[in-house]
């Protein structure tokens, strides 16, 4: 099952090899409509401070990626001199043991970054691997021009710190909830970290991403996830329809699991 699981990922690693090269090409191209959404990068906390031409700048040098399911962008100690933002799809952080288990560390959406810390630290290299969930665009962004960018703006340069801090204080939170509380925990504080903030009643939460990296994501066994969802139902909680999960009363949820989501 172990050497399974690592050859897939060799093989996933393969495919991924031409979107890798890419991204090695100092060439490259710079993005151009209708290749990218404008909009939807300007209004991130990392762009949305930057003058025309700072932006205009950063575009250039900047690269959109279409990927397919399972695509590799990147593999642990590959040379980080990028980093990202999905524009369509989903991708997947995660590490990859010696058997072969892959812990999925986070799931990114379209509009969020990754990668950006690394652009502080010399010769470095990605600490984990990074693969689409679903056919996706990503756009890289290279770590030199933007670094040069922040040097002119001090507001830029303090909306990166303020991420940032707040991504540390999740991952904290994450590493909490990993090592303190039980998988129950975990999945219903996932399940409500879903549904608006605010809804009371009745709640639906389709799941986007297989159930089994849902699984990884929560650090519990796919057979252990299963056995989660029906103790769920069994209790009236939860009905799950295929990747739609149906919350019975998200108040009743939220304070018979109250220790969750402190």
Known sequence: MAASRQNGFLLRLASGRACRLLLSNSKGYGMAPPLFKESLIRRSELFSALSPAQWETVRLEAKVLSMKRDEVLFAEQDQA??????????????????????????????????GEALMFLK?????LHAAALQPSDVYAFKSSVFLHVLRES?????????????????????????????????????????????????????????????AAHISVQPASFSRLLRELSDKGMIRVEGNTIHITNVAELRNKYASCHR
């Open 154 to 214: 001090t507001e830029t340069t303090f909306r990166l710190l303020g991420l940032l801090s707040y991504r540390l204080q999740n991952q904290l939170q994450e590493i909490d909830g990993i090592t303190l509380q039980r998988a129950p925990c975990r999945f219903v504080r996932y399940l409500l970290e879903q549904v608006p903030e605010g809804q009371q009643g009745q709640a639906e939460v389709t799941l986007n991403i297989p159930k089994q990296v849902l």
């Open 81 to 114: 001199d990028r980093f990202f933002m999905v524009a369509r799809g989903m991708i997947k952080l995660f590490l990859l043991s010696e058997e072969g288990q892959e812990k999925v560390v986070r799931i990114i959406n379209p509009g969020q970054t990754f």
């Open 123 to 127: 010769e470095t290299r990605y600490p």
